[in-house]
Structure formats: structure tokens, C-alpha cells
């Protein structure tokens, strides 16, 4: 029998919705979000990004319809995509519809920021359901409806989750089940609070992200703490890292989280030692060097890069491939066995062979290859 996954805690039993061709919630995988950087009626630079996006692994992109003429571009870019597409709604209600009718996945809502959002529920259910189109209730700190701010004076846990609650009521009211939530704040502690009363109130599939986390350092950081947080609670359906940086490197952290929490299958892992006195080689070197060559592998392999005998012998015995470095050479193990010793110069070109050797023999491709662009 195939080993499963340790996990911290079991799933959280959510609502099963569909975006596109993506279940979120359920027993489904946790799904991985970005969002485009280029403005949205330039099409063919936003269906570029999307590839991008996918061939990192997104599984759902979110692009942004602030004017007319992003809602026009709507259609092209929802049927070119090769990932199920969300439009990113604000102020404007008529661009919902758009949205549903341009054959989009699915539309996130800001109930802050629409005008008189909660008369235009009804309609919005209506023409969601026809279409077969899901629905984000997306709170956020930044855009809270101005009546919860005047109750509770800022942006609290309690106060994106009453906000969330309520606008979830009235598309239930409506009859209209498949939406998901998000309650999303800068500080992770804030957020978690939020996304945990979340949880106890309802069986609604949740969004998970921390808004406006900042740049790449800070941000990995930030999001990393909270959804490991949550994610190890068994709550979190689908998850977005919002980054001040290139939307590629928001899926490559938000993947790297699933993996490390055994929620995804774990690709190319390495194991480096931190380096100290007792370092005979250039481990940071070595390290840079192996993970660069071995970019875009996709085989569940852990590789070892240690750089003294300490503990570099039995890290590298315990991974798929490694080597434990010292006195200018290193030695190579495969399968807990080594191969052979080879001088410094040589551990980097060896380690890669290897390790292609071995993807070879696994039946898997050792890149994913380049991202396939579709133009119009």
C-alpha cells in the first residue's frame, strides 16, 4: 500500500465548490492562487503571465477588472487561459455581471467597496447560478464596510468575520451555495484569529492569504507563519501569498508551504547544512549551485549538500541522493549507498547527473519545460 502523508491534523470537513475545472474544498487538494500584474486589456501579456503562472503550478488566477474596458477583455483571456480564471471585482457591481457573462470561473466580490452590495445580492446569485459561476466573498482589512468600522473602531478579527457572516447569509438566503471566504488582514496574528472563528461558524470553503504581506522576504515570512498555522489546523481550502514581487515566485511559496506540510506531494527537495566552522568546502556555493542546476525538476527527490562529517555522512545516506563534503572531495551516496568519491570541482556536475539519472529512471521528465504561450 502507497505510504500516506503525515499531516498535523485532519482537513477541516468544508463545502465543495468548483472553480472551473478546479474542486476547492471537500476533500479536495488545497489549490494554489496568483493574480496577473499586467493591466488586463493587454491580453496577450496577461494570457503570457498566465502561462507563466501555470507552468509554476498555479492552479487559479485571479486578473483585475477595475474599468470597461478590462471587462471587455474578460472573454478572450477566460478562454484562452489554460487555468480556470477569477475577475477581481471592486466599487462597480455592473462589472459582476460582465464577469459571469464573459464565461469567468469565478468573480471575487468585495462586499466593502460595491456599491449597495447587499441589494444586489439577489441578481448576483441569480445570474452566477445560470452561469455555473462561483462566488469569493473577499473581506479585507484595508476595505471594511464603514459600519463595521464605526462598531468596532478598526479592522479586528471579529469584525472581518461579522462582515464575512453576514454577506455569506444573504447569498444562502438567495439560495446560493457556491461561494468561498476569505478574511484577510496584514497581520498574521489578526488573520489567524479571524480565519479561526471563521471556521467554527460555518462549513463554507476558506480562501486563506495575507493581504499586503510585502516584499518577497517579509512577505514569505508572514504567509508562511500564518497558513502554516492554519494549513497544520486542517483549516484552509485554497491559498493565495501575496508578495511584492513577480507572481511566479507567489506560486513557488505558496507550493513550497503545501509540500512542506505533506498537503502536496514533495517535488525536488534540498538539504543543505547551514555551514560553521567545521565546513571543509564552500557549502553556500554548493548549495546555490545544485539548486540552480536542478530547477524546474519536478520528481518527488531529496537531495543532501553537506559540508562536513558530522553530520554530513548521515543526512546524505538518509536522502535520495547526496554528498558529505570534506578535505577538497566529496562522497557520493545514492539510495544510502555510496557511488563514489569525487573532488570538489566535480560534486556540483555529478550531483546533477545523478539526479537526472535517477528522474530518468523514476519515468518522470527532470523540467517542466517552457511555459506553452497562447496569443490572439
Known amino acids: 500500500m502507497p505510504k500516506i502523508p503525515e499531516v498535523l491534523a485532519p ?40 502561462a ?26 477566460a478562454m ?6 477569477i475577475a477581481d471585482i471592486h466599487f462597480q457591481p455592473n462589472y459582476v455581471y460582465a464577469a459571469i457573462d464573459a ?6 466580490v468585495n462586499p466593502g467597496n460595491i456599491r449597495k452590495f447587499d441589494d444586489q445580492v439577489g441578481e448576483i446569485a441569480k445570474r452566477a447560478a445560470a ?4 462566488i ?25 468575520v461579522e462582515s464575512a457572516v453576514w454577506e455569506a447569509s444573504l447569498f444562502e438566503e438567495h439560495g446560493f451555495h457556491d461561494f468561498k471566504i476569505s478574511v484577510k488582514h496584514n ?35 508572514k504567509s508562511a507563519t500564518a497558513f502554516g498555522i492554519l494549513l497544520g489546523e486542517g483549516i484552509g481550502d485554497t491559498i493565495r501569498v501575496s508578495l511584492s514581487a513577480p507572481p511566479v515566485e507567489e506560486v513557488k511559496v505558496g507550493l513550497q508551504i503545501l509540500q512542506s506540510l505533506n498537503l502536496r506531494e514533495r517535488k525536488l527537495e534540498i538539504v543543505s547544512c547551514p555551514s560553521c566552522g567545521r565546513a571543509q568546502v564552500d557549502v553556500y556555493t554548493l548549495a546555490d549551485e545544485v539548486t540552480a542546476g536542478l530547477e524546474g525538476m519536478s520528481v518527488p527527490l531529496r537531495v543532501a549538500v553537506m559540508g562536513c562529517v558530522v553530520n554530513g555522512p548521515g543526512e546524505a545516506r538518509e536522502a535520495d541522493l547526496g554528498v558529505a563534503s570534506g578535505n577538497g572531495k566529496g562522497q ?45
Open 103 to 108: 464565461g469567468c470561473a469565478a468573480v471575487r
Open 332 to 376: 557520493i551516496f545514492v539510495k544510502g549507498e555510496v557511488i563514489k568519491t569525487v573532488p570538489e570541482s566535480e560534486i556540483v556536475a555529478t550531483l546533477i547527473a545523478e539526479a537526472n539519472r535517477i528522474a530518468d529512471e523514476m519515468g518522470h521528465e527532470a523540467g517542466t519545460g517552457a511555459p506553452e504561450v497562447v496569443t490572439v
Open 80 to 85: 484562452k487561459s489554460q487555468i480556470p480564471v
Open 11 to 50: 482537513r477541516r470537513k468544508s463545502r465543495e465548490i468548483r472553480v472551473g475545472s478546479v474542486t476547492v474544498g471537500g476533500t479536495a487538494p488545497v489549490s494554489v492562487q496568483s493574480m496577473t500584474t499586467t493591466p488586463t486589456t493587454e491580453i496577450n501579456a496577461t494570457l503570457q503571465q498566465i
Open 52 to 77: 507563466e503562472l501555470t507552468a509554476a503550478g498555479c492552479d487559479i488566477v485571479r486578473v483585475a477588472c477595475p474599468s470597461r474596458d478590462d471587462a471587455e477583455a474578460l472573454p478572450i483571456i
Open 131 to 134: 452561469a455555473g459561476v462561483s
Open 136 to 160: 469569493r466573498i473577499g473581506v479585507n482589512a484595508g476595505s471594511l464596510d464603514r459600519r463595521l468600522l464605526e462598531k468596532y473602531g478598526k479592522p479586528t478579527a471579529e469584525a472581518l
Open 187 to 221: 497581520d498574521p496574528i489578526v488573520m489567524v484569529k479571524a480565519y479561526r472563528q471563521l471556521a467554527e461558524r460555518g462549513d463554507w470553503p476558506l480562501h486563506l492569504g495575507v493581504t499586503e504581506a510585502g516584499p518577497a522576504f517579509q512577505g514569505t515570512i
